[in-house]
């Protein structure tokens, strides 16, 4: 169960930096960002720093304010995932099995 809560929880900071990288990539504030999709500004600053897990209608909604689709996000933190599983060494796998 812990490698389960552990893979999520690294998802939701891996799609926080994901958010952060394509906000700033597009150079809008939390507060541009917030106005763009209706989601509150210390929401998405929580998201971004991976204290905070977004709904799948935030996740949305901060896709549309970034002029992205989810899927495309989602496959960035995809890439995101594969490198986490590419840097644990398979005893530090066997360890956490």
């Given at each position: 169960?812990?490698?389960?809560?552990?893979?999520?929880?690294?998802?939701?900071?891996?799609?926080?930096?994901?958010?952060?990288?394509?906000?700033?990539?597009?150079?809008l504030?939390?507060?541009?960002?917030?106005?763009?999709?209706?989601?509150?500004?210390?929401?998405?600053?929580?998201?971004?720093?991976?204290?905070?897990?977004?709904?799948?209608?935030?996740v949305?909604?901060?896709?549309?304010?970034?002029?992205?689709?989810?899927?495309?996000?989602?496959?960035?933190?995809?890439?995101?995932?594969?490198?986490?599983?590419?840097?644990?060494?398979?005893e530090?796998?066997?360890?956490?099995?």
């Amino acid at each position: 169960m812990a490698n389960k809560r552990e893979a999520h929880n690294h998802l939701y900071k891996c799609l926080g930096q994901v958010i952060s990288m394509r906000r700033k990539r597009l150079k809008l504030t939390q507060d541009e960002l917030a106005a763009e999709s209706g989601v509150n500004r210390a929401f998405i600053s929580n998201i971004e720093q991976g204290r905070r897990n977004p709904s799948i209608g935030a996740v949305a909604s901060i896709a549309k304010g970034l002029r992205t689709r989810v899927s495309k996000m989602m496959a960035k933190c995809e890439e995101c995932q594969l490198v986490k599983k590419e840097d644990v060494s398979p005893e530090e796998e066997e360890e956490s099995a």
